[in-house]
């Protein structure tokens, strides 16, 4: 089944993308090979899991944030989970699902959880030549849930990466949170000086642009991608207007869809110590929500809507 997939990875290599965009030779194969088609089937005859990847190269996004919130929202929603933090020093997803194993068990209550899944280490001895050991590392991580997960969310760390970009390629769906800054704005497109007008495409989005390429000459479908304003606050209305605008703009120009994402809220940041989202907070006791809190959710309910997962019902 994967072999055509083989050859035409090995052909999107001779094609001539720019040099540091180029996987070594041995990367693709063995990773794209593991990512679903429409109508594939596991080992076990059931659909192979749905894969989000949560990127973007500027560090502090909200790609951990996002990751929490929309993996958690799944497995409430009857989906099996699979998890994996590709940031391998930080770990900030891995370290949420520890403190939500850690306190339900401490209150002991039962409640859906994200499964976390670390990449098994790989004896360097075991690694032929030309292959990278970081991708055997994925590769396998993914082999061992995809036939068991319905969705396996993948949480990248805010720096390019060779795990990063591999992910990248495995991507059914990206979510890319932004900060509501050109700063941020900046690694997606360049814009003129009063960021009005756009320049050209930056280094994240070639990034996204190759990892397209590699999955239409591999035959698989292309990425869905999603770019989600974060930590938006009521001030800097006029920032606020033209970061709108300029996504706007680029979202025709370089081909990703947008959704209303989370504004600048107390929330989104304090239950991590607890591994808990909003969601959960009735089921622990809270009884009646704050006004930010139940937008919040709203928040919440609006991006998963706008995921449009396959098979995803929303129930909250
Ligand atoms: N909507 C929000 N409201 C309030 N705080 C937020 C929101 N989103 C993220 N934060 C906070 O912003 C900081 C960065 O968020 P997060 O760790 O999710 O970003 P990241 O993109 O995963 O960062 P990194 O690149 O380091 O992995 C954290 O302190 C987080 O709690
Ligand atoms: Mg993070």
Redesign the pocket.
Same mark, same amino acid.
């Given at each position: 089944m994967w072999g055509g997939f083989f050859f035409a990875l090995v052909a999107a290599q001779k094609t001539g993308f720019p040099r540091e965009l180029r996987f070594p030779s041995c990367a693709p194969p063995h990773i794209v090979a593991t990512t679903p088609q429409d109508g594939d089937e596991g080992p076990k005859g059931q659909s192979m899991a749905h894969i989000i990847v949560v990127g973007?190269e500027?560090? +502090?996004?909200?790609?951990?944030?996002?990751?929490?919130h929309v993996a958690t929202a799944l497995a409430r929603m009857g989906k099996t989970v699979a998890c994996l933090d590709l940031?391998l020093r930080?770990k900030?997803l891995g370290r949420y699902t520890s403190n939500r194993a850690t306190f339900l068990k401490k209150e002991g209550i039962d409640l859906p959880s994200p499964q976390y899944h670390e990449l098994p280490e790989i004896d360097a001895a075991d690694v032929k030549q030309g292959e990278n050991i970081y991708d055997l590392r994925l590769s396998a991580a993914i082999a061992a849930v995809e036939s068991k997960s319905d969705f396996i969310l993948i949480?990248?760390? +805010?720096?390019h990466t060779r795990l990063s970009q591999v992910a990248h390629s495995l991507a059914d769906t990206l979510i890319t949170?932004l900060n509501d800054s050109f700063i941020d704005f900046d690694l997606l497109a360049h814009v003129d000086s009063d960021g009005t007008r756009i320049l050209g495409p930056s280094v994240y989005s070639e990034m996204v642009w190759q990892a397209r390429q590699l999955r239409a000459q591999a035959g698989l479908s292309p990425i869905d991608w999603i770019v989600v304003r974060?930590?938006?606050g009521a001030q800097n209305m006029v920032n606020k207007k033209k970061m709108q605008a300029a996504i706007e703009m680029l979202a025709k120009r370089i081909g990703f869809r947008t959704a209303s994402?989370?504004?600048?809220?107390?929330?989104?940041?304090e239950l991590?110590p607890r591994g808990l989202t909003l969601l959960d907070l009735r089921d622990i006791g809270v009884k009646g929500m704050n006004i930010s809190n139940v937008a919040a959710r709203n928040e919440l309910r609006e991006l998963i809507k706008a995921l449009n997962l396959p098979d995803v019902e929303i129930n909250f």
């Open positions: 973007n500027k560090g +502090g996004a909200g790609k951990s944030t996002v990751s929490m940031d930080q900030t949480d990248c760390p +805010g720096s949170p974060n930590r938006m994402g989370f504004n600048e809220r107390v929330i989104f940041r991590f």
